[in-house]
């Protein structure tokens, strides 16, 4: 069992910066692909970024790629997601997820977090 806590979500202008943290719990967290989705009011859940453990070999979603970067500390059973040059599309609850391959898909992994709120203000 791996259980996944969002941390760092707040009102934020636009054009600014803010970093996210998810702590697991649980055991063989290193073995696993974290994720970061975010889901906006009356839509699906959207692929933000992920982190490999084998490698941490990165992907990112084409709407935040050069803008996030996500990353992970083994040792601290954390992910973390920075984020810069937000906009207001990128309001939206922000998930963590833990799964035992890459995928695209939310439903996939097989760990999910609550969530944490990121609202960008124009």
């Known amino acids: 069992q791996v259980q996944l806590v969002e941390t760092g979500g707040t009102l934020v202008q636009a054009g600014g910066s803010l970093s996210l943290s998810c702590a697991a719990s649980?055991?063989?967290?290193?073995?696993?692909?974290m994720a970061w989705f975010r889901q906006a009011p009356g839509k699906e859940h959207e692929f933000v970024s992920a982190?490999?453990?084998?490698?941490?070999?990165?992907n990112y979603a084409d709407s935040v790629k050069g803008r996030f970067t996500i990353s992970r500390v083994n040792a601290l059973n954390t992910v973390y997601l920075q984020m810069n040059s937000l906009r207001p599309e990128d309001t939206a609850t922000y998930h963590c997820a833990a799964g035992r391959y890459f995928s695209t898909n939310y439903g996939y992994y097989e760990y999910r977090g609550q969530g944490t709120q990121v609202t960008v203000s124009s």
């Open positions: 982190v490999n453990w084998i490698d941490s070999s990165t």
């Open positions: 649980g055991r063989a967290f290193s073995r696993y692909v």
